[in-house]
């Protein structure tokens, strides 16, 4: 007997591609094929994002799209928590289910394609790590779901609920399994990474003999000891933090900290009910950056919420100029359905918006510029990605450079043939652009 397949489509943020990894990993282990196209597929699941506009008609197309070539759709994530929404334009579906909802979908699969009767797991077996949609080399690692935030432009907490934190020994034993099956990155994330365990109290575990407490410091310090790149996503600069800086200085994770300011006007943080807002940053910044100088910082940014000044977006830029944070992106403020903020007043219009946009971000290429231009000349470490297809280049990623988001390190005139994605080279960076290295390879 055949075995069915289940076609997949997944849309939204590294979060949800962990969610669809978990989905994906629970039907290969009953049986299920994953479908290479819509029309070899007995069903299709879509996972969709709804958190912003543009988001959400992505996701409405995508099922659409799977409806006319299969017609067998289920629909869960972010978007799910707006059936009526979905059934409006796809009345045809077959289940909808909300984000981060496994066993829904899986309930829901086995409904309209039951698994195969004679599969055996123990001999048709699925890797320890798991079923993954990244290269082989890297992984997301996801440690909590939901959120304690109430920002007012988000809607997270009302998809996915309130911090729920994975047990710690947890967490380790698929970081661990993610090592051993040669992942070389782990790329730590969750809607607050630094607000890990305090749902449970820093409950007390245990990985590999050892006390661990469900904490943040804690849950770096035992990757740390893992061997490989270790990258923080999502993280706020609540006190605490600091003392992972002191890991970042001594080698054990990387010196990079994804960390979402998303404005610097104590107006609009305070309209937009961010967490830490009351934080001198810049001064923060200062005291990690002694700490750890080679400290790389990413973050975005959103122009034109509501109420926003001429004289609020001046002070955005400000702090931009003296912060000169490594990487930053940007987005212009579009109402969500269901968030607080558009109810404020004062709402900005469309063209200030995104000329807005376009100062900020001409702001930030200049800074990047002027700091990829200090590597010139300094030697590292880099992480490849994959061999370009035509020329000698190596495309790797520095500690500074999170996968898809961030820029690249072109390794040129290498011999391909000795050279391959998940390996670490030792270069010297020799040009620099806007946002991508320029490097000749010293050592593989």
Request: proline fraction near 7%; charged fraction near 25%.
């Amino acid at each position: 007997m055949k075995s069915p397949k289940v076609g997949f489509v997944s849309l939204g943020c590294p979060k949800a591609l962990v969610d669809s990894e978990r989905i994906l990993t629970q039907l290969r282990t009953e049986g299920y094929e994953v479908a290479a196209s819509f029309e070899g597929a007995d069903l299709v699941v879509v996972n969709t994002c709804g958190f912003i506009e543009s988001a959400v008609q992505e996701s409405l197309d995508a099922i659409g799209e799977a409806i006319n070539e299969n017609g067998k759709v289920i629909v869960t994530g972010c978007l799910g928590k707006d059936e009526a929404k979905i059934r409006a334009m796809h009345p045809s579906v077959l289940k909808v289910t909300g984000a981060a909802a496994y066993q829904d979908v899986m309930n829901a699969v086995h409904e309209y394609v039951p698994p195969p009767p004679d599969h055996n797991p123990y001999v048709d077996l699925v890797p320890p790590q798991g079923i993954r949609l990244t290269p082989k080399h890297y992984a997301y690692l996801k440690i909590s779901e939901g959120c304690n935030h109430r920002c007012t432009f988000c809607i997270i907490p009302q998809m996915r609920g309130d911090l729920v934190s994975r047990p710690i020994g947890n967490v380790m034993d698929e970081a661990q399994a993610l090592v051993n099956a040669g992942v070389k990155e782990i790329l730590v994330i969750s809607q607050d990474t630094s607000a890990y365990g305090v749902d449970t109290k820093y409950k007390l575990d245990f990985w590999n003999g050892q006390p661990l407490k469900t904490k943040f410091y804690d849950l770096c310090a035992a990757l740390g000891q893992l061997g490989v790149w270790v990258r923080l996503h999502y993280v706020y600069p609540y006190p605490h933090v600091d003392g992972v800086l002191e890991l970042m200085r001594d080698g054990k994770i990387l010196p990079y900290l994804d960390i979402p300011f998303q404005h610097a006007s104590p107006r609009i943080l305070k309209l937009m009910k961010r967490p830490a807002h009351s934080e001198n940053t810049l001064e923060k910044i200062k005291q990690w950056r002694a700490v750890c100088p080679d400290l790389a910082i990413r973050s975005t940014f959103v122009v034109g919420f509501p109420g926003e000044t001429e004289e609020d977006f001046q002070c955005l830029l400000e702090w931009l100029k003296e912060a000169k944070l490594d990487r930053v992106g940007c987005f212009t403020y579009s109402n969500i359905e269901g968030a607080p903020a558009n109810d404020l007043p004062d709402p900005v219009p469309e063209d200030i918006k995104q000329e807005r946009y376009e100062r900020f971000m001409q702001v930030a290429q200049e800074i990047s510029t002027q700091i990829l231009q200090g590597k010139i000349g300094k030697r590292m470490t880099v992480l490849v990605d994959e061999l370009d297809a035509e020329y000698p280049v190596a495309i790797a990623r520095s500690y500074a450079d999170a996968p898809e988001i961030d820029g690249n390190v072109f390794v040129e005139d290498i011999d391909k043939s000795q050279i391959q994605p998940g390996q670490l080279l030792y270069v010297e960076i020799t040009d620099a652009d806007e946002y991508d290295l320029f490097a000749k390879l010293i050592s593989a």
